[in-house]
C-alpha cells in the first residue's frame, strides 16, 4: 500500500538483519555473548520473517527492536545493515501499532473462545488505533497508516452489527451485553430474543429461582494478567458499570411478552462480570433466567475461528504415526493434554 512505503525500508533492513543471523551460528552465539556479558541481558535469538506464519513479521520486529543495543554493538564489529535514528524510531511506533492485532489474534484463537468476543474486540481495536493516532509523537504518515486501517476493519466488518449470531452471543456474554451496540442495535436485539423465546417451548418452562450468590463464588484472575488488548477492553468497560443498573424497563406492561422482557431487564441490570470470569459458570449460577438456556447453550458455543480444531487435527498427526497407529482414542486425548495443552476429550459414548 503506498502510505506504507516509507517502512519500506525499515522492513527490508529487518529482514537483512534476520537474515544474516539465520545464517550464521557464529554470529548467533556472538549477538548472545553481548547480551549476556555486556548487557547483562538474558541472550535472546533473532526472529526470522515466515511468510506462512500468522503475525511473522510483526514478531521479527518487535524482536529486533527489543534487541536494538545488542545489535548496534554486533554492528559495530561487522557489516550488517542497521538502522539509524528515524528509522528505529519508526519500528517503535508500527510494532506499538501492530500489537493490539497481535493480541487479538491470540484472544480470537484460543480453545475458550467465543463469537461473544468478536464485537467487543474489533470496538476495542478501532478505540486503541485512535489512542495511538491522537498521541503526539505519531507522524503523520503513522497517521494516515491508521486512518487507512480504520477504514479497512470498517468494511471488512461493516455488517456485523446486522448479523443477529454475533448481536445476540455477545448480549448473551454477561461480561459485554448492551455495551456495544447503538441505542437502536440494543432494541433490535431484545426484540429478536423475545421473538425467539415467543416460538420456543423453553419461553413457558422458566425453572425456579435460586437464592442471589454473590459474584465473589465465581473463579476470577488477576487483572494483572491482562494483555494491553484486554486491559484497553476493560477500561472500556468500567466507564459505565452503572448503566445497567438504570436500564428504564419500559410501560408496556400490556405486551404478550412481558414475563420475558421483565427477565431480559433484570439481566440487563446484573452488574457485568469481569473480562476474566467465566460466562458460563455465571449463567449454571443464575438458574432465575432457564428460559434463555438454550439461547446460551446456542450462541455462546460457537467459536469465531477454526484455529482450535486445526490445532487438534494439526498436533493429532504428530501422536499418530506408524508406530502408534491402533493408540486409543482415550490415550489419545490424553497425550493432546498433556503435550500439547489442547483441551481434554471424552470418548464415552
Known amino acids: 500500500m503506498e502510505i506504507e512505503e516509507f517502512l519500506s525500508s525499515v522492513i527490508t533492513k529487518c529482514k537483512k538483519i534476520a537474515t544474516h543471523f539465520n545464517h550464521s551460528l557464529i554470529a548467533q552465539n556472538e549477538l548472545k555473548q553481548i547480551q549476556t556479558e555486556r548487557l547483562n541481558q538474558s541472550g535472546l535469538s533473532i526472529i526470522q520473517e515466515c511468510s506462512t506464519r500468522w503475525n511473522a513479521t ?3 520486529m518487535k524482536r529486533i527492536l527489543t534487541l536494538k543495543d545488542s545489535l ?6 561487522h557489516d550488517i545493515p542497521i538502522l539509524n535514528a528515524d528509522e528505529w524510531l519508526d519500528l517503535k511506533k508500527c510494532v506499538a501499532i501492530l500489537k493490539p492485532f497481535e493480541e487479538i489474534t491470540k484472544e480470537l484463537s484460543s480453545a475458550t473462545a467465543t463469537i461473544a468476543s468478536v464485537i467487543p474486540l474489533i470496538y476495542t481495536l478501532k478505540n486503541t488505533l485512535e489512542t495511538e493516532k491522537s498521541k503526539e509523537e505519531t507522524s503523520e504518515n503513522f497517521k494516515l497508516m491508521i486512518t487507512k486501517m480504520i477504514q479497512d476493519i470498517n468494511v471488512r466488518f461493516q455488517d456485523i452489527e446486522n448479523n443477529k449470531i454475533y448481536t ?7 461480561r459485554f451485553k448492551l455495551k456495544f451496540f447503538t441505542e437502536i442495535t440494543k432494541e433490535q436485539v431484545q426484540s429478536e430474543i423475545l421473538g425467539i423465546l415467543g416460538c420456543s417451548k423453553a419461553s413457558r418452562d422458566e425453572g425456579p429461582s435460586s437464592p442471589k450468590r454473590s459474584r465473589n463464588e465465581i473463579p476470577t484472575t488477576s487483572s494483572s494478567n491482562y494483555s494491553h488488548i484486554q486491559s484497553c477492553l476493560a477500561e472500556i468497560l468500567s466507564l459505565s458499570d452503572e448503566e445497567e443498573q438504570n436500564i428504564d424497563c419500559g410501560d408496556d406492561v400490556h405486551n404478550q411478552f412481558i414475563v420475558k422482557k421483565t427477565l431480559l431487564n433484570e439481566y440487563n441490570r446484573e452488574k457485568r462480570l469481569t473480562l476474566n470470569e467465566d460466562p458460563l459458570l455465571w449463567w449454571k449460577m443464575h438458574t432465575k433466567y432457564h428460559c434463555l438456556s438454550d439461547l446460551v447453550r446456542q450462541y455462546l458455543s460457537p467459536p469465531p475461528g477454526s484455529v482450535p480444531s486445526e490445532q487438534l487435527f494439526s498436533a493429532a498427526g504428530l501422536i499418530y504415526d506408524p508406530l502408534r497407529n491402533r493408540l486409543s482414542g482415550d490415550k489419545a486425548a490424553k497425550l493432546l493434554f498433556v503435550k500439547y495443552n489442547l483441551p481434554l476429550l471424552s470418548f464415552d459414548y
Do not use: C, H, R
Open 58 to 60: 510483526y514478531y521479527m
Open 72 to 77: 548496534v554493538l554486533y554492528s559495530g564489529a
Open 168 to 174: 445476540i452471543a455477545t448480549y448473551l456474554d454477561p
